[in-house]
T-cell receptor, first 111, second 115 residues
Framework: TQLLEQSPQFLSIQEGENLTVYCNSS?????LQWYRQEPGEGPVLLVT?????EVKKLKRLTFQFGDARKDSSLHITAAQPGDTGLYLC???????????FGTGTRLQVTL | DTGVSQNPRHKITKRGQNVTFRCDPI?????LYWYRQTLGQGPEFLTY????????KSRLLSDRFSAERPKGSFSTLEIQRTEQGDSAMYLC?????????????FGSGTRLTVV
């Protein structure tokens, strides 16, 4: 069974601060995705990383895939209240397999 | 295309009753997935289809749960003899295929409350 542990579970910060969310596993993934979910809605895809060591940037969000493809991180610069939500990493073990989701990190950004 | 549609959005049922949820995926997506999510946790895989074929079913899924995708388009998830532990958000997602860089498009979910 592939397990993805996220840390921290909950993060409450003020607008303008930086933060990093971690996603760790003992399994190797062929690809890893990050989603953001708002209350009462389904998760929305933010990014997909495929290559070990890959770094992708999406405005103020920076995503990195570990060299061994077992872990990933999400860094947010100058957080804004609109970044509030549940952040989920999700890994795919092979070309034909479903996504396994992480435990989630709930982010709250206040003014 | 308006995305993935799930109905109903909310369902309250008494313990022991049967419930059925419907998911309409994006029309050109051949893969359809069902997940269950409890508050503040990540979605937990239930089952998935490629076209009308059910390719995988979670071992956590009891025989009270059944899913169908009869014509490879919409899907239904039925829970028989509901229990309070079934209370959760049931999410449906679809994807274009099995390539590793394909993401899921999720619906807004059906929130089930068993009383």
């Amino acid at each position: 069974t592939q397990l993805l542990e996220q840390s921290p579970q909950f993060l409450s910060i003020q607008e303008g601060e930086n933060l990093t969310v971690y996603c760790n596993s003992s399994s190797v993934f062929s690809s890893l995705q990050w989603y953001r979910q708002e209350p009462g809605e389904g998760p929305v895809l933010l990014v997909t990383v495929v290559t070990g060591g890959e770094v992708k940037k999406l405005k103020r969000l920076t995503f990195q895939f570990g060299d061994a493809r077992k872990d990933s991180s999400l860094h947010i610069t100058a957080a804004q209240p609109g970044d509030t939500g549940l952040y989920l990493c999700a890994g795919r073990g092979g070309t034909a397999s479903k996504l396994t989701f992480g435990t989630g990190t709930r982010l709250q950004v206040t003014l | 295309d308006t995305g993935v549609s799930q109905n109903p959005r909310h369902k309250i049922t008494k313990r022991g009753q049967n419930v059925t949820f419907r998911c309409d995926p994006i029309s050109e997506h051949n893969r359809l997935y069902w997940y269950r999510q409890t508050l503040g946790q990540g979605p937990e895989f239930l089952t998935y289809f490629q076209n009308e074929a059910q390719l995988e079913k979670s071992r956590l899924l009891s025989d009270r749960f059944s899913a169908e995708r009869p014509k490879g388009s919409f899907s239904t998830l039925e829970i028989q003899r509901t229990e309070q532990g079934d209370s959760a958000m049931y999410l449906c997602a679809s994807s274009l295929g099995q390539e590793i860089n394909y993401g899921y498009t999720f619906g807004s979910g059906t929130r089930l409350t068993v009383v």
